[in-house]
């Protein structure tokens, strides 16, 4: 780190003051970039923007926004905005009538920018937001002032976090397997998941898995990537057996099923199946309809088995298969790598059995892949790790 003269932040101090109503021009001028790459989708909700109008009607002080402009040889500008995205969003949908003022408001509550009168319309574009100025600076340090602007603030979670952080090819290439159509009509995801990045987060889960074989929860995705930001060799491997796995799943199923496998969890070891037999697929018409048929049976054999009471009911058959039963030890334990480790095996047994039923209490999977020495060795896998409080979990 290299210590600065003179005043350390210089050239930052440049701060200035723009109207609602510049914004509002800005946008309708196509000059406004409000999601550069680096920020988190649209996260409030629409009692949070409501509450920001009241609080711009009632002449409140809100949080500084920080801009970078530039201008090209023609004179045309764009001002990126690095920090305040929601705010200036908020402002803008009111403009565009999407929603209503909240409760809070009182005797407004319910109205629409258009039901205001002229001059509550007028003050709402003349309020002037706190705007700092970002000089010209690489790619890198503006997603680095991006990412320390919103470290410490707790609306952020991991996988934006990363998206502030990364830009190499393997974000890149997690974000446009997240974007599959599939994902939509899976079922997998709420709104929500969408708006916060989970359903990217689960995305790079899910192409380790296929590449490297089952890994600890997410804490191992920041190292995967820190080691693939400046280049990911198996790009096109991976984005094949996608292509492949969600093909033949959408023709094993209609989705959203009201079987297990449209749960994250269970979906997570279904998906690891396929992608090992990426080679065989698509199935031919016999093959997908038997393998339709094992995963069903199976689903609803492992339901049977985890929703036993064990009060005076009697064991059905379920109980008495291995497989079954040590995917349900599987659902119902923690977290770890043992745990995913033996759905695996088990799902695979029932489905495309081995015979060797005995070895599903200690599952191995050995991949032999030239990339393997970028990853966490098996005893660092190993180890404990922290979960996050709160944190809704995502596959387990």
Not at 92 to 115: H, Q, T
Not at 209 to 234: C, H, I, T, W
Not at 369 to 388: G, V
Request: proline share 5%.
């Amino acid at each position: 780190m290299q210590v600065q003269s003179g005043i350390p932040n210089a050239r930052f101090l440049d701060a200035t003051q723009q109207t609602v109503a510049w914004f509002w021009k800005r946008l309708q001028a196509d000059e406004l970039e409000m999601q550069p790459p680096f920020q988190r989708n649209p996260v409030w909700q629409e009692a949070q923007k409501a509450y920001l109008i009241d609080s711009i009607l009632r002449g409140y002080p809100v949080p500084e926004l920080y801009l970078q402009t530039s201008v090209t040889a023609d004179g045309s500008e764009k001002h990126v905005v690095v920090d305040g995205q929601q705010r200036i969003r908020a402002c803008v949908e009111y403009l565009a009538d999407e929603y209503p003022l909240g409760d809070e408001s009182g005797e407004l509550s319910g109205y629409y920018f258009s039901d205001l009168d002229e001059g509550t319309r007028q003050q709402l574009f003349r309020y002037k937001f706190v705007v700092r100025a970002l000089p010209s600076l690489e790619q890198a340090e503006v997603r680095e002032i991006f990412g320390r602007l919103n470290r410490n603030n707790v609306a952020l979670n991991r996988q934006e976090l990363r998206q502030a952080t990364y830009w190499g090819e393997f974000i890149t290439t997690v974000t446009k397997l997240s974007q599959h159509s599939f994902w939509v009509k899976s079922g997998l995801f709420t709104s929500n998941d969408f708006r916060r990045m989970l359903d990217i987060e689960y995305v790079s889960e899910l192409v380790v898995a296929a590449l490297y074989g089952v890994q600890n929860k997410k804490d191992r995705l920041d190292r995967m990537y820190a080691d693939f930001e400046s280049e990911f060799p198996d790009r096109e491997e991976v984005e094949e057996k996608f292509e492949k796995v969600l093909t033949q799943l959408s023709l094993l199923f209609e989705w959203p099923t009201s079987l297990r496998w449209s749960r994250k969890v269970d979906f997570y070891t279904l998906f690891v199946a396929l992608a090992d037999r990426s080679q065989d697929l698509p199935f031919d018409r016999d093959e997908a309809a038997r393998t339709a048929t094992r995963l069903e049976e199976f689903a609803a054999r492992v339901s049977d088995v985890l929703s036993f009471k064990d009060e005076g009911e009697e064991p059905s058959e379920s109980h008495r298969m291995v497989p079954v039963t040590a995917y349900a030890r599987g659902v119902r334990n923690s977290s770890d790598l043992g745990s995913r480790r033996m759905r695996l095996r088990a799902l695979e047994e029932f489905v495309w059995p081995s015979g060797k039923q005995d070895d599903l209490g200690h599952p191995e999977r050995t991949v032999n892949n030239r990339h393997l020495a970028k990853l966490p060795t098996l005893d660092s896998l190993l180890e404990p790790i922290p979960t996050d409080e709160g944190e809704d979990e995502q596959v387990r």
